[in-house]
């Protein structure tokens, strides 16, 4: 079974500053994929990212860049510039069984709150 | 307009009430589901239905029963409600079933207090 783990409970920042957010995986599938999803404090899930296991390269969204170490079984999601409505709670999450049979279940990690100060 | 709505989003009820949370999506997607987010924060999937057809049902208390009347509705009644039970509750909806690239869109959360 997939395994999610985000370390850093809370993060605090500088705004403008640029700040990374841990995620490490586990998984037996050769073929799997990495979200992250953003939450502010009025509660919507909000979808940042998405990286494939196959992807030559890193994904980028605008400020959002994954630090993707497949060795390292981690997917590290970057901030650059951040800015005080960065402010939210992070989630790193997985599909629960790749290559196409997930059936939706993504499993997620802990959350990080990340506060930005100004 | 919302692509995944939820109502109501705010839900108080006494123990051993029985109450529902409606789910419509309007993106066209086949695949719906309901995930729960403890006050812990954490998210666990707790059913997915395929164009009307249960597909995940994640050892959830038979309480809770999910209905779909078409691929465009999901929604979520619970019985007999246990303080257990107070949660934010969202609904999401995907392209496909299998998805492995295509992401997750949640609604708003229908954060359920049971008093």
């Known amino acids: 079974a997939q395994k999610i783990t985000q370390t850093q409970p809370g993060m605090f920042v500088q705004e403008k500053e640029a700040v990374t957010l841990d995620c490490t995986y586990d998984?037996?599938?050769?073929?799997?994929?990495l979200f992250w999803y953003k939450q502010p404090s009025s509660g919507e899930m909000i979808f940042l990212i998405y990286?494939?296991?196959?992807?030559?390269q890193n994904a980028t969204e605008g400020r959002y860049s994954l630090n993707f170490q497949k060795a390292r079984k981690s997917a590290n999601l970057v901030i650059s510039a951040s800015q005080l409505g960065d402010s939210a709670m992070y989630f790193c999450?997985?599909?629960?069984?790749?290559?196409?049979?997930?059936?939706?279940?993504?499993?997620f990690g802990q959350g990080t709150i990340l506060t930005v100060h100004p | 307009d919302t692509a995944v709505s939820q109502t109501p989003k705010y839900l108080v009820t006494q123990m051993g009430n029985d109450k529902s949370i409606k789910c419509e999506q309007n993106?066209?997607?086949?695949?719906m589901y309901w995930y729960k987010q403890d006050s812990k924060k954490f998210l666990k999937i707790m059913f997915s239905?395929?164009?009307?057809?249960?597909?995940i049902n994640e050892t959830v208390p038979n309480r809770f029963s999910p209905k779909s009347p078409d691929k465009a509705h999901l929604n979520l009644h619970i019985n007999s409600l246990e303080l257990g039970d107070s949660a934010v509750y969202f609904c999401?909806?995907?392209?496909?079933?299998?998805?492995?690239?295509?992401?997750?869109?949640f609604g708003e959360g229908s954060r359920l207090t049971v008093l």
């Open positions: 999401a909806s995907s392209q496909e079933q299998g998805f492995v690239s295509g992401e997750l869109f």
């Open positions: 998984t037996s599938d050769p073929s799997y994929g």
């Open positions: 990286q494939g296991s196959y992807d030559q």
């Open positions: 999450a997985m599909p629960a069984n790749a290559g196409g049979t997930s059936y939706g279940k993504l499993t």
């Open positions: 993106l066209g997607h086949d695949t």
């Open positions: 239905y395929n164009n009307k057809e249960l597909i």
